[in-house]
């Protein structure tokens, strides 16, 4: 059974204050909030273990290798990799996607061949590939969004795969409009040009189940910040092949066999990637979190983000002077839980501002997606929640009650809808 | 000092901005954008024996920058030179009647900056001499 309220209890910083209001935080798209276990599983690794691992041969450096290791074998059965040794622990999506931007494109990608992005990703997906087009002469496209503004053009997909491009790197579900993209079938495509393919997960691991051999993706990469654990901590899947072949990202220790004066060979996967002291605390929590959405269940969690969202829009749609982004509510399938709106003739910022000052945390801005938000929604910036296992529709209701105080500051009229 | 950020007079001023539009024959102006927020502001003065006889903005912004600038050209007009030289977040904080906090201080001072920019390229310094606190 799936309890909110006991969920709730779980996590210490919602009874906390905002302002001298009890703390709505509807920001987890931004970066999640932490449970006890996860904060305590920090806790313990450094009063009772903390030791340097691999070369350590005491018994709390073993200690923390076999719980490093051990949360990588959660990490993979998560997310459906046949292997720990696929998963390799960055900092982050974004450190994550620079990886394969600076090893397997830098090698594989060349002068004038084409990399294929969405005009809806986050900044992270989106600089690594110019960065990498300018170094090379490679071509970046994009698959655009459909007249609906909320979802990517079928047509365009085809269009944008029929000039071969060598990687075609796409987002999971947006971190604005909300909108799960079926990786699925545009994989399956791909591969058929010659493609690889690398997601983004960062919005989908936290909040649905995720299995990477269905989705046949060659690179996944999501942060364990937005999935309950702490900041820090990434992960890159590839398929075991392809790490085998790619160059090392960063040289020193750990991600070397041996070392000469003048050359070295290179440790095994996952540790080729892993080039100095890591974040094993962090590794490990990550390890805590996933136990922890798995026992609540991810079928569980995407059908509660469903509701909330779908009473979300049904609220909002009640409004006047608000307009909601994304997907509408009979697409629900297709969306995961993210809102962004935007009240008529106020900007963003002192939205969010009016808001904290009732203790409701939301986003204001671009979100790191300035082409979708600017050049496409045409808008500076944008409002946006974004809701988690521990919202509920009480929350909501103070988003409500927030958007009402913000338009009597404003003297927006009230008038109910017909 | 109000705690509302949206006091009234700020809200008044954002709905119906004194001193809005282009100022023709300006001698200083001054184009600044903040990427964070989108706000978008320039700011003309007109200037005569050191001192400042209009002041007009144009720009698109949050409520906070958009009735910071209508209520700084207010000010400005008839100030000298030298006061605009000098003026500061306190200044600022003075003029609005409400503490920004932290997070909205670039909207509030937004204006105050721009303007400022505008006098030093019109005193043919360095733009980027600007106080740092702004
Ligand atoms: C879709 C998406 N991709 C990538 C990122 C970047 O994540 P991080 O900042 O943890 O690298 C985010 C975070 O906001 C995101 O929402």
Same mark, same amino acid.
């Given at each position: ?14 009874? #906390? ?171 399956? #495509? ?6 690889? +393919? ?91 979190? +996933? ?82 938000? +600017? ?31 913000? #338009?009597? #500051? ?9 | ?134």
């Amino acid at each position: 059974m799936f309890d909110v309220e006991k969920i709730r209890r779980d996590f210490p910083i919602l009874g #906390k204050k905002m302002n001298g209001k009890s703390l709505v935080y509807l920001d987890s798209a931004a970066t999640s909030q932490k449970p006890r276990k996860v904060i305590n599983a920090i806790s313990r690794y450094y009063r009772n273990y903390n030791a340097n691992t691999h070369s350590g041969v005491y018994k709390i450096a073993e200690e923390a290798t076999e719980d490093y290791i051990r949360s990588k074998k959660k990490v993979a059965k998560f997310i459906g990799a046949s292997e720990w040794e696929e998963i390799i622990y960055t900092r982050n999506t974004t450190e994550s996607i620079n990886l394969v931007a600076r090893t397997w494109a830098e090698q594989n990608i060349q002068k004038g061949d084409h990399i294929l992005i969405t005009e809806m990703e986050h900044h992270s997906n989106v600089v690594p590939w110019i960065m990498l087009a300018k170094r090379k002469g490679a071509v970046l496209d994009y698959i655009k969004l459909g007249d609906d503004k909320a979802s990517l053009d079928e047509a365009g997909v085809d269009e944008q795969l029929a000039k071969r491009p060598k990687l075609v790197s796409i987002t999971h579900c947006s971190n604005v409009l909300g909108t799960i993209v079926d990786v699925k079938a545009i994989a399956e #495509k791909a591969h058929k040009f010659g493609a690889k +393919v690398l997601v983004d997960g960062a919005q989908s691991v936290p909040h649905m189940g995720v299995d990477v051999k269905n989705l046949d993706c060659d690179f996944f990469v999501f942060s364990g910040h937005k999935m309950l654990a702490p900041m820090g901590i990434g992960v890159l899947y590839a398929k075991r092949e392809l790490l085998e072949e790619m160059p090392p990202f960063l040289g020193g220790g750990d991600m070397i066999r041996t070392v000469l004066q003048q050359d070295f060979t290179l440790n095994d996967i996952p540790w080729k990637f892993e080039a100095g002291t890591q974040h094993i605390d962090g590794g490990i929590a990550l390890g805590v979190a +996933v136990d922890y959405l798995k026992k609540i269940g991810m079928e569980n969690v995407r059908e509660h983000e469903k509701a909330l969202t779908l009473y979300t829009l049904e609220r909002l749609s009640k409004i006047t002077g608000v307009e909601v982004f994304g997907l509408p509510s009979q697409d629900i399938d297709r969306r995961g839980g993210v809102v962004a709106f935007d009240i008529t003739g106020v900007h963003p910022h002192d939205v969010a501002t009016i808001f904290d000052q009732e203790g409701v945390a939301i986003r204001a801005g671009h979100h790191c997606a300035m082409p979708l938000v +600017v050049d496409i929604l045409k808008k500076p910036a944008l409002s946006r929640m974004s809701f988690y296992i521990y919202n509920n529709e009480s929350d909501i209701d103070k988003v409500i009650e927030a958007i009402a105080i913000v #338009k009597k #500051k404003f003297k927006i009229s009230d008038t109910l809808k017909p | 000092m109000s705690i509302d950020i949206y006091a009234e007079e700020i809200v008044a001023h954002y709905e119906h901005p004194h001193n809005k539009g282009k100022l023709e024959g300006a001698d200083a102006q001054f184009h600044d954008f903040n990427p964070l927020c989108g706000d978008d502001l320039t700011i003309y003065l007109k200037i005569s024996d050191g001192k400042i006889v209009d002041a007009h903005f144009e720009g698109v912004g949050c409520a906070i920058s958009v009735g910071s600038a209508s209520m700084l050209t207010d000010l400005l007009k008839g100030k000298s030179v030298k006061e605009l030289e000098k003026m500061g977040v306190a200044d600022v904080v003075e003029m609005l009647g409400i503490e920004p906090g932290p997070a909205r201080l670039k909207c509030a001072t937004l204006a105050l900056k721009t303007a400022q920019k505008a006098l030093f390229v019109y005193m043919k310094k360095d733009s980027s001499s600007v106080s740092k606190e702004l």
